[in-house]
């Protein structure tokens, strides 16, 4: 079988997206929160999982979302190392292929 790297996720964007601009190059960041239910207790968690889009979808996506909004994200699983302080830190993002809003952001 050949490998396979394929994230589907469900959440909410916890701040507006930052769109940078590199050249040519459209890219828009921005980071959702994923719930994860325990059946101990009834209780609840999150995972606050990084999100990058590149080109018209970063366009799209920078125009269109807002903190709040519920979104669902397919792409695939993107890990790093950097050097930072003489340490090795891992950075773990999705490079999305494919948003799509599912409500408007929230009001509190």
């Known amino acids: 079988m050949?490998?396979?790297n394929h994230v589907t996720l469900v959440g909410n964007l916890i701040d507006n997206p930052k769109k940078y601009?590199?050249?040519?190059?459209?890219?828009?960041?921005?980071?959702?929160s994923v719930?994860?239910?325990y059946r101990k207790n009834y209780e609840s968690e999150a995972d606050f999982i990084p999100i990058?889009?590149?080109?018209?979808?970063?366009?799209?996506?920078?125009n269109n979302l807002?903190?709040?909004?519920?979104?669902?994200?397919?792409?695939?699983?993107?890990?790093?190392?950097h050097d930072i302080?003489?340490?090795?830190?891992?950075?773990?993002?999705?490079?999305a292929d494919e948003v799509t809003i599912l409500s408007p952001p929230t009001s509190k």
């Open 52 to 62: 990058v889009s590149t080109g018209k979808l970063a366009e799209i996506l920078s």
């Open 66 to 81: 807002k903190k709040g909004n519920r979104v669902l994200v397919d792409g695939k699983l993107h890990a790093t190392t």
């Open 35 to 37: 719930h994860k239910n």
């Open 85 to 95: 302080d003489g340490q090795q830190k891992y950075i773990v993002e999705i490079i």
């Open 21 to 32: 601009d590199k050249g040519e190059i459209t890219t828009t960041q921005f980071v959702i």
């Open 2 to 4: 050949r490998d396979y």
